[in-house]
């Protein structure tokens, strides 16, 4: 897990050092541009998910993968 763990970090901060040539070969999305602003509305978005990608990578390459997703969907699972 400490190999995908690190492809996911590296694609996060790929995401967030080079959000304007994924602006600009991606385009914008409508979805960051009507929820996130008009101005940098999917700038902003594609920094959030290097972000997130980042925060996934290190839970994955720390071990706690099965424990924080287990957390995070306990919601939507039911309950034995």
Known sequence: MI???LIILAVGAVLIIKTE???QN????????DKLGS?????LGY???GVIAIFIGIVLMSGNGSN???WLLSPLIPQQ
């Open 39 to 43: 101005e940098g509305g999917s700038r």
């Open 21 to 23: 040539w994924f602006l």
């Open 47 to 49: 920094k959030l998910l």
């Open 26 to 33: 991606f385009g914008r999305i409508s979805w960051f541009e």
């Open 3 to 5: 190999i995908i763990g």
């Open 68 to 70: 924080f997703f287990t």
